[in-house]
């Protein structure tokens, strides 16, 4: 058995394409031309689209908690890092990211526009897309992170008690909802 530390401590199988699926509700929503049945239709997915939100937001809470675990422990290989070796581009590193942050943008306008009601995310939500663009940034993609020591967190990532994290990120794991991380996210950012 490989002696190291995780890539992925198991977030894997609850990742959600965010930019897919919004586009693919939203093409959805659009099919209508009558504007009373795209208001229906946008009713009926706002809360899905919010809920993809929150567990992509969780996985980005989960990645730095877990980087921020790295660095407490003694340098190890990191095993599995599928990203290891490739080619690095910045734009297709952080398309979907960038998706999110633009999201947060216009999201509020369409649920004024649909549903007239005022909906605005928390500051909160905006340190923590843009710390994890600085961590992809950073770590140009992870294509050269082959050691622990490799990670580089972004600037005012809080580190103070990481080598807690893990049990915290089993603990959400074990619940197999991302958006658990939420609860989290004041003791990283």
């Known amino acids: 058995m490989e002696k190291g530390l995780e890539f992925d401590p198991g977030f894997a199988p609850y990742i959600l ?5 919004v586009n693919y509700l939203y093409a959805d929503i659009n099919r209508f031309k009558n504007f009373s049945q795209k208001k229906m239709k946008f009713r ?3 809360k ?7 567990n992509n937001l969780g996985f980005y809470i989960g990645c730095l908690m877990w980087a921020a675990y790295f660095k407490t422990q003694e340098e ?6 599928h990203c290891f070796g490739g080619k690095y581009n910045e734009e297709e ?5 960038d998706y999110m942050i633009n999201f947060v ?12 009601e005022n909906f605005e995310f928390d500051e909160e939500v905006n340190k923590i897309l843009n710390a994890y663009k600085e961590f992809l940034t950073i770590n140009k993609g992870f294509v050269e992170s082959k ?3 490799d990670i580089l967190l972004p600037e005012g990532i809080k580190t103070e008690g990481a080598e807690t994290f893990k049990e915290k990120i089993d603990e959400v794991l074990k619940e ?12 990283i950012i």
């Open 147 to 149: 050691k622990t020591t």
């Open 44 to 46: 009926q997915y706002y």
């Open 17 to 21: 394409a965010f930019q897919g699926t």
């Open 48 to 54: 899905k689209i919010l809920e993809v939100f929150n």
């Open 93 to 97: 590193n952080t398309i979907e990211t």
């Open 76 to 81: 190890q290989d990191i095993l599995n890092n």
């Open 105 to 116: 943008r216009l999201f509020p306008k369409d649920m004024k526009y649909f549903l007239s």
């Open 176 to 187: 197999k909802d991302l958006s658990k991380f939420l609860n989290f996210a004041d003791l």
